[in-house]
């Protein structure tokens, strides 16, 4: 959607084919975070090179990724529930002190109001076991959450505003090159189009095999409990905020918007499976936290598949002058992409661009389940050492 909307700004002829309805996928089933800090990154030394560029630059780009987002949000008039403020849990003593050893030049250096918790004070933001369970914490301030269905159905809106034509329940079967472009052979009929951008993530089919050789789909689950007695879900998030828990697999947890439910999601299925199966397993997770989790019935569930990428980063170029956006995780990573996306299309100069040579295929890719569950057991592992890097 963001790519249509800078792409229709620049007066481009824009459709989008969906085979669901737009953001039907993990996008509109995720919790939401517009987080602030550059995931898989860290809090250390600002001028350390992380993956060959400063900590600061992926921190920066991320602030300005996440205000490029609150802008199209705003322009949209989306009615997305947008609130203020993430706390991110930290389960150890160690990362707890990197957390708030470094906030105070993080906080000069990116213009954030980011502030720790002390573990004596974890109960100002969190009830339940959580000083128990957690070593500290840090108070995100510059970070948001919304609705994000909501918030797609705005921006979509916004994108039809500007010409954008939407097909909902329409599935591409085919592509095909001609003289005179790309032909999108879909179920309802052939869209010719000069460009064609593929961002099917999790739910990449045989005609794209390039993709499918190094996307891998990996079902994200969000599951909503029953109504909540009065003052039940204030009790568990005394300031309302999201709490992320700063691990190498991302468990997380939030009142719902109108305060009345909790609503929680992790990455807890290697494979598809019943929608019971799933709240079950979230359950038994945040139960440590919430013990009233484990006699509340939950009465929503709700499944995406995500776009898994060897190397966990997200892939954007383009393979026989088809363009991809692939693997961005997160609602501010994925509208980054799109941006960029846009910028890569209206400056292509009608050469497309060179597919990305650092996207390493999946091994044992005809093997999905022997894939899923070693990507299971290794996020186990390294939660059980505590060796993962700080999210």
């Known amino acids: 959607i963001v790519t249509a909307i800078e792409l229709a700004r620049a007066g481009q002829s824009v459709t989008i084919v969906e085979s669901n309805h737009v953001g039907g996928g993990a996008t509109g089933c995720s919790m939401g975070v517009l987080s602030t800090p550059a995931a ?108 994000p269905a909501k918030m797609i159905i705005g921006l979509a809106a916004l994108a039809t505003k500007l010409g954008t034509t939407i097909c909902e329940r329409t599935e591409v079967v085919g592509l095909q090159a001609s003289k005179d472009g790309t032909r999108v052979q879909t179920n309802g009929g052939e869209v010719l189009a000069q460009n064609v951008l593929l961002t099917t993530g999790g739910y990449t089919k045989d005609f794209a095999g390039y993709l499918w050789k190094r996307t891998l789909g990996l079902p994200s689950i969000v599951a909503a409990s029953e109504e909540l007695p009065p003052q039940g879900a204030e009790e568990m998030f005394p300031t309302g905020r999201v709490l992320l828990v700063n691990r190498n697999r991302g468990f997380s947890c939030r009142p719902s918007p109108d305060g009345r439910r909790l609503i929680m999601a992790g990455p807890v299925a290697q494979t598809p499976r019943s929608a019971e199966a799933n709240v079950q397993a979230l359950k038994d997770y945040f139960k440590r936290l919430f013990p009233e989790v484990a006699t509340m019935e939950f009465t929503h569930c709700w499944t995406g598949m995500i776009a898994a990428t060897r190397d966990a980063k997200g892939h954007s170029g383009a393979h026989n002058g088809t363009w991809y956006a692939v693997g961005s995780s997160g609602l501010v990573s994925c509208a980054d992409a799109g941006r960029r996306m846009a910028q890569n299309i209206l400056h292509a100069d009608g050469a497309a661009a060179a597919a990305d040579k650092k996207f390493p295929r999946w091994p044992l890719r005809n093997s999905e389940h022997l894939l899923w569950r070693g990507i299971a057991l290794s996020g186990e592992l390294l939660d059980l050492v505590g060796k993962s890097r700080l999210r």
């Open 40 to 147: 898989g990154v860290g809090f250390g030394d600002p001028d350390e090179l992380v993956h060959g560029r400063p900590r600061k630059a992926w921190h920066r780009d991320r602030l300005a990724a996440q205000r490029y987002l609150l802008r199209l949000i705003e322009e949209s008039g989306a009615d997305c529930d947008l609130q203020q403020g993430v706390v991110l849990l930290a389960p150890t003593k160690s990362n707890y002190r990197m957390l708030a050893d470094s906030v105070a030049a993080r906080n000069a250096l990116y213009e954030t109001s980011d502030y720790a918790v002390a573990p004596k004070d974890l109960d100002t933001e969190v009830g339940g076991k959580a000083s128990d369970m957690f070593a500290g914490g840090l108070v995100l301030s510059s970070a948001h959450h919304v609705q």
